[in-house]
């Protein structure tokens, strides 16, 4: 699901600037963008977002504001500086040179003056980091929220274009089960034909094979399948991969079913279920 929040934190001087970026992916894949100082702790905004988001591509990005303790710094290195000086002022007598060193002499001289990366207290800073993060993380639920709403509507509209197809199959079971049996007598009769056989027996024969082609099992199975998805989809839990694999079950059943009753009428209510399951399953991808 596509979402965006902003979060921050500060004190005293210095403040903390997160940004969360949510787009759809049937996997939580995260990209964490830290100043160079905090690298360490990528992993630990990781675990954050994973227990926040359950699916998605997350771009989380982090920006330190104000007066910042980090910052390289310069530092002269005293000991290399008197050093340098004491041979230089040695070179002068030495060689009865009649300049005076200037500090352009000093600091044309490598190591007196360097940059120094300064260490930052990681323990303190996180305190920071991870407000930040979490006020991110809350604002942009809020816009996933929305989509969500807009998605479970969409998606129960479906789920009733579903169900309804299902119901229309279920109303002519009983009619195509007597056309089933009737179809099934005369095509026994004309290949027997001339033979005398116990019609008992041929009855009992015609009824097995026609029950083969009862498809009251899969229409059951179909109707407790749409009763858990309705239910996943008002859950407060992560449900996309629950409701992708119901998806799978929905067409395992109706390609069983549309296997079994050999008529141009299932055969065209199985190739509109199979749409409605294709529009269901595209949506059910944006689902965390």
């Known amino acids: 699901?596509?979402?965006?929040?902003?979060?921050e934190a500060a004190e005293d001087e210095r403040s903390w600037v997160a940004e969360v970026r949510t787009v759809n992916?049937?996997?939580?894949?995260?990209r964490v963008i830290l100043p160079r100082s905090f690298a360490a702790l990528e992993e630990a905004v990781k675990k954050i977002v994973a227990a926040a988001l359950d699916r998605g591509r997350v771009d989380i990005t982090f920006s330190l504001h104000g007066v910042s303790t980090i910052e390289p710094q310069l530092v002269i290195n005293e000991s290399v500086a008197r050093q340098y000086h004491r041979c230089l002022q040695q070179l002068v007598e030495d060689y009865a040179l009649e300049r005076t060193l200037t500090?352009?002499?000093?600091?044309?001289?490598?190591?007196?003056?360097?940059?120094?990366e300064q260490r930052p207290d990681m323990e303190a800073e996180w305190k920071l980091i991870s407000r930040a993060l979490a006020a991110a993380l809350k604002d942009c639920d809020i816009m996933r929220e929305k989509e969500g709403q807009a998605l479970q509507e969409d998606l129960l509209n479906r789920l009733g274009k579903f169900e309804g197809i299902v119901d229309q199959i279920e109303n002519q079971l009983p009619e195509l089960q007597r056309q089933r049996q009737t179809d099934?007598?005369?095509?026994?009769?004309?290949?027997?034909?001339g033979l005398d056989l116990d019609p008992v027996r041929l009855a009992q024969e015609t009824a097995i094979m026609a029950d083969k082609s009862d498809v009251t099992e899969e229409i059951t199975r179909l109707g407790s399948h749409i009763a858990q998805f309705r239910a996943f989809l008002v859950s407060d839990e992560p449900v996309g991969r629950r409701l992708d694999f119901l998806l799978q079950e929905f067409l395992r059943e109706v390609n069983t079913l549309s296997s079994k009753i050999a008529s141009a009428t299932i055969a065209h209510l199985g190739v509109e279920m199979k749409n409605e399951i294709e529009k269901l399953r595209e949506q059910v991808q944006n689902i965390e």
């Open 1 to 7: 699901m596509t979402g965006f929040g902003r979060g």
């Open 184 to 193: 099934l007598k005369l095509r026994v009769n004309k290949l027997l034909e």
């Open 103 to 116: 500090l352009r002499d000093m600091l044309t001289q490598r190591d007196i003056v360097s940059l120094e």
């Open 25 to 30: 992916h049937r996997f939580l894949d995260q």
